[in-house]
């Protein structure tokens, strides 16, 4: 009921608006000619059609003709015509009322579904960016659970193994304290130089541990704090090298050093600490006896470290997750190889080096088996480099 009457009001309007221009349009009296006033109508007309629509335009067309005919067309007051010439005014204004009318019902029809058609459209976009968002946040869940048993793993099993360790050699040593039993055999001095060489040495893998989960927590949290100064790359590496000794006993080392490099400006304790990670990597996954190169030269403005393996390798669609932090530890996408750790060496290497401003990526080795990782480091400012020098002669003088 109230849309009739909604729609009754329109046709009241229309006929209303009609007749408001037509009574403007008499009070000029003669002064205005037919044309103009056919003119006035019709736009009353286009706006009828384009606030109310098709049918009050119709209504208000009719109307028009009729107020045209009776007030303005001669003889004024009747519906009479007397001349033929009026006639085809008189129609001329109709049919182009209608038309006019209908022609712009039709646009504002149209307007009308292109903006419900748009609606609809965003509408639909909402309920797909809401049902990507609960897929997102489901997957995002999804991995955090699977990197929080990832973590909780390797904690496990990082920890426990060196306590495990720790504790039997302790409760050997603690046995053979309290007095030599049938059940526990008595140890010589050998026997316990071992087992406190096992707790040294499983002491030192824990804390190694901790500061690599401290060291990690750092880097993503940016407060890595880089101490730069100017030295020579080979130093780095060899000190790399000689903290890696007892993991690589069991390979050949081929070190490829460039002569007169320049020096360089990093945190050089960082750079060996990524440079044994990598050799330490390359350790574990290579077998007994193959050799591990490590090689350093000048590639334009940068300086350019790789370590080489002759192990397994790893696939193509692998080589940037293994920076990924825990990787190892997830148990996926391995090349064969049980892995070893947490899987942090690689992530902390390539915090440490995007710091200096590098790039850390892995390739194929040369021979077609096993892994080169590569990274490069800027080298520095020339004009920052003097100055360091200057003061050492300083203090030299002094």
């Not at 292109?114 to 809401?130: C, H, M, S, W």
């Not at 968002?133 to 990832?150: G, H, V």
């Not at 990524?274 to 334009?300: F, H, M, R, W």
Request: aromatic share 6%.
């Amino acid at each position: 009921m109230r849309r009739v009457l909604q729609r009754a009001d329109r046709y009241v309007l229309a006929i209303l608006a009609i007749s408001v221009v037509t009574a403007l349009l008499r009070l000029f009296g003669t002064h205005i000619n037919p044309t103009t006033v056919a003119l006035a109508l019709l736009l009353v007309v286009l706006f009828v059609a384009t606030r109310f629509g098709s049918g009050p335009a119709v209504l208000a067309s009719i109307g028009g003709v009729f107020c045209f005919n009776l007030f303005f067309l001669p003889p004024v007051g009747t519906f009479a015509i007397a001349e033929p010439a009026n006639w085809v005014a008189l129609a001329a204004f109709l049919v182009t009322a209608i038309t006019a009318g209908e022609l712009s019902a039709r646009a504002k029809r149209r307007a009308e579904e292109a903006e419900v058609g748009r609606r609809e459209i965003e509408r639909l976009y909402t309920e797909l960016r809401e049902a990507f968002e609960r897929a997102s946040e489901a997957e995002a869940l999804r991995r955090s659970e699977r990197l929080k048993s990832a973590l909780l793993d390797a904690v496990t099993h990082d920890i426990r193994t060196p306590l495990t360790s720790i504790k039997a050699s302790v409760t050997t040593l603690l046995n053979e304290l309290r007095g030599p039993t049938t059940e526990h055999a008595v140890l010589d001095q050998e026997g316990r130089r071992e087992m406190l060489e096992v707790i040294d040495e499983e002491a030192d893998r824990l804390n190694r541990f901790v500061e690599s989960m401290v060291e990690l927590a750092r880097i993503e949290a940016g407060q890595l704090d880089l101490r730069r100064r100017w030295g020579t790359i080979d130093e780095i590496v060899m000190n790399a090298l000689a903290r890696a000794k007892p993991l690589t006993r069991l390979h050949p080392m081929e070190v490829s050093i460039e002569k007169d490099l320049p020096i360089v400006r990093v945190d050089a304790k960082a750079v060996a600490e990524v440079v044994y990670a990598l050799v330490d990597n390359a350790a574990k996954y290579s077998p007994e006896g193959t050799s591990i190169e490590v090689s350093a030269s000048q590639v334009d403005d940068m300086m350019r470290l790789t370590v080489e393996d002759r192990g397994p390798g790893i696939a193509l669609d692998l080589r940037e997750r293994v920076f990924d932090k825990f990787f190892r530890a997830m148990r996926d996408g391995d090349s064969g190889v049980q892995p070893i750790g947490t899987g942090m060496g690689l992530a902390i290497a390539r915090g440490i080096v995007e710091a200096h401003g590098g790039r850390i990526w892995i390739e194929s080795a040369s021979e077609g088996r096993g892994t080169r990782v590569t990274l490069t480091l800027p080298l520095g400012d020339d004009d920052e480099a003097g100055a360091p020098l200057l003061e050492a002669d300083a203090e030299k003088a002094i």
